[in-house]
Every structure is written in C-alpha cells, then in structure tokens.
C-alpha cells in the first residue's frame, strides 16, 4: 500500500489544486452557487486548468538552465487540467442551466475579483507578473477583434454570439505562430524563448478573456445555442497535443 500510494504521489500539487479549485469555486460564486454555478464549471473547468499550466509553462521559460528539470517540471504544470477534468466529470451529466437570475452586479465583481487574485498569486509564483506581459499578443488580439468586427459589419452579419470561441481561435493562431517561430529557429535555443512566450501567453490571454466573457457577457460568450464548446475533445487536447509538440522541441534544442 505504501508503495502504490508513492508511486502516485506525484499526481498531487497544492499550488495547482488551490488555483483550480478557488479559481472555480470564485467563477461559480457569481451565480450564487446555484444550478447555473454547474454549468459555469462544466464551460469553465478546462480554460481554467489550461490557464494553469500554461502560467506554470511561462514559469519554467525563466529558469531554463536545468534541461534535465524540464520534463518533471512539465509534468507537475499539467496537474491543473487533471483536476480540471475530475470537476468537470462532476459537473456534468446534467441539463444546462445558462439563467442569470441568481446572479448580481456585487456577486459578479467580488468572484471576479477573487478570480483575479488567484490568476494574480499563480503568475507572481510562477515567474513575476511582468512575465505574462507581451505587447505582441495585445497588438495580435487588437487587430484580430478589430477585423473581425470590421467582418462582420461588411458581411451584414452580427457579433453578438459565439465570441468565446473566437478569442480562442486568435489564441490558436499566436500559438501557430509561436511554433512555426520554434521550428524556424531550432538552431538556436536563446531564439526559442520568445517565440513559445508568444505561443503561450497567447492562449494564456485567450482562455482569461473567455473566463472573463461567460462571467459578465454570457450572451455574446456562448454561441446561438448557448453552448461554449470547451470540453476535453474540443479544447484540451488539441492544446495540450500543441504544448507536447512546443515542449518536445524545446527538449529537442538542447540536445
């Protein structure tokens, strides 16, 4: 029995399990933990164990001088979307509930506030907060949004639904286009830094903007059928096959 329990002591980190749990618990206090708080965990429980690791994944794009530490290092980062998928699992099953009416204006500010606090304490551990400031995702995002609503206005079609999956499809492309600067510069491991910082802080911006959007603007956030699409097929496994490749490089450069 003591062998079997430390064989996977390794699969629990308190850092990684308070963030997922307060940062969720935070989310579901501005629906006064009521029927709604579920279905705001079932949408939210991914995004936000994938902001955990990709903090945990900046992290350790600052201290880089250990490459034999990388991969345990790697491994303690995914912790946050295994919790994820259990509070997912629990949160599911059960028909969606999208009303606001257990929701207020002082309910919303105090979960958002704590939500940010706990977004706040992970990026301070994991590598100051200067770190997860990159002004190419925030020109990348300005002038995405800005086409896309400059489309839409064109098109005669609407922004109004479905801007949770946009955000992170801008997140997806700052991330290909980190990966494609990875793979450009495999020659050079001091190049490799900023192109995954790019990557990273990239879907690191897009899955808070989809926090932030199902908390105070739901209708515009979820699609025409209320819906946000971010279960494991269709959002963490793509992005966590994407950090497999960006983390396999990286171990690749120094070799």
């Known amino acids: ?22 940062g969720l618990a935070a989310l579901a206090l501005t629906a006064s933990f009521s029927k709604t708080s579920l279905t705001i965990a079932v949408d ?11 903090i945990g994944l900046i992290g350790i794009l600052q201290n880089m001088s250990d490459p034999e530490a990388l991969g345990p290092a790697f491994a303690i980062s995914l912790l946050t979307v295994l919790y994820a998928s259990v ?5 599911s099953g059960r028909s969606r509930e999208v009303s606001e009416v257990d929701s207020t204006f002082v309910k919303k500010i105090v979960g958002s506030v704590v939500f940010l606090g706990v977004v706040g304490w992970g990026m301070d551990s994991a590598a100051g907060l200067g770190a997860f400031v990159y002004v190419d995702v925030l020109v990348l995002f300005f002038l995405s949004v800005l086409a896309l609503v400059i489309f839409d206005r064109v098109s005669g079609g609407t922004s109004k639904n479905g ?27 001091k190049a490799l830094g900023p192109a995954m910082a790019l990557a990273y802080i990239s879907m690191l911006d897009a899955l808070f903007l989809c926090c932030m959007g199902r908390i105070w603007f ?19 496994f793509p992005i966590l096959f994407g950090v497999v490749i960006t983390c396999a490089i990286l171990i690749m450069s120094f070799q």
């Open 87 to 91: 509070i997912h699992g629990l949160a």
């Open 218 to 236: 739901p209708d515009q956030t979820l699609d025409s059928d209320k819906n946000m699409n971010t279960g494991f097929v269709s959002l963490a």
């Open 1 to 22: 029995m003591t062998e079997f329990l430390a064989s996977y002591s390794g699969i629990f980190d308190l850092n990684s399990f308070v963030f997922v749990v307060v």
């Open 163 to 189: 801007w949770g999956l946009r955000f992170l499809g801008i997140g997806l492309l700052g991330f290909l286009i980190g990966i494609v600067g990875m793979l450009a510069n495999l020659d050079d491991p």
């Open 44 to 54: 939210l429980a991914y995004p936000v164990g994938l902001l955990g690791t990709f």
